[in-house]
């Protein structure tokens, strides 16, 4: 069993940056994908970026040069480094993992992934 632990989230500034880290036991990272998703009250959950076992990356087009997932596979660690945030990216933000043959062809979608972490908060605000 994967067990996921998300850190970092807190309110910032529009215009500002935040930095999330996602912490697994249970099972090495390595040969697994990662992703990022996120949920704003009244919407539905939607993928923010992924990074696949061997370190491409994909991303939504909303966040497209603003923000850069990453992976740290000694430390069984996958990072969200998040900048220019906007007011629209107030949302509870989430670590997903899929150690499935099929979850690296398909990273963007939440089918990929069987593990997710508790998420954590993240308020844009002025």
């Known amino acids: 069993q994967v067990h996921l632990v998300e850190s970092g989230g807190g309110k910032v500034q529009p215009g500002n940056s935040l930095g999330l880290s996602c912490a697994a036991s249970g099972r090495a990272l390595r040969s697994c994908a990662v992703a990022w998703f996120r949920q704003a009250p009244g919407q539905e959950r939607e993928v923010v970026a992924a990074?696949?076992?061997?370190?491409?990356?994909s991303y939504a087009d909303f966040v497209k040069g603003r923000f850069t997932i990453s992976r740290d596979n000694a430390k069984n660690s996958v990072y969200l480094q998040m900048n220019s945030l906007k007011l629209e990216d107030t949302a509870v933000y989430y670590c997903?993992?899929?150690?499935?043959?099929?979850?690296?062809?398909?990273?963007?979608?939440?089918?990929?992934?069987?593990?997710w972490g508790q998420g954590t908060q993240i308020t844009v605000s002025s």
């Open positions: 997903a993992v899929g150690c499935r043959s099929d979850s690296n062809s398909y990273p963007l979608s939440s089918a990929s992934y069987d593990h």
């Open positions: 990074i696949r076992s061997r370190g491409s990356t």
